[in-house]
Nanobody
Framework: QVYVVESGGGLVQAGDSLRLSCTTSGRTFSSYAMGWFRQAPGKEREFVAAISTSGGTTYYAASMKGRFTISRDNAKNTVYLLMNSLKAEDTAVYYC????????????????WGQGTQVTVSS
């Protein structure tokens, strides 16, 4: 089983930046594509970004492209989400998820999930 733990959330002001981290257990991290999702109160879970097993390919939701950057360090079993120019509407619980092989925009395709980390953006 793969354990996924997110960290780095917090309270920031609009326009600020924040970096989320997601660390997984085991030595098979490089076998998993990784994704970030978020869920705001009263809304459905939303795709944010994903990255391929090697880190060579990334995909972003249209509203995040240009502001958010996903990256990974396979030696540290860690994936990152750098969020720039944060907006109030970015407020949500952010979840990290792992999927074998090819990345996906669909949350149902992911096999392992973290507990989430709260990001609150004050305007």
């Amino acid at each position: 089983q793969v354990y996924v733990v997110e960290s780095g959330g917090g309270l920031v002001q609009a326009g600020d930046s924040l970096r989320l981290s997601c660390t997984t257990s085991g030595r098979t991290f490089s076998s998993y594509a990784m994704g970030w999702f978020r869920q705001a109160p009263g809304k459905e879970r939303e795709f944010v970004a994903a990255i391929s097993t090697s880190g060579g390919t990334t995909y972003y939701a249209a509203s995040m492209k240009g502001r958010f950057t996903i990256s990974r360090d396979n030696a540290k079993n860690t994936v990152y989400l750098l969020m720039n120019s944060l907006k109030a509407e970015d407020t949500a619980v952010y979840y990290c998820a792992a999927k074998l092989r090819v990345f996906s925009r669909n949350s149902n395709d992911y096999d392992y999930w973290g507990q989430g980390t709260q990001v609150t953006v004050s305007s």
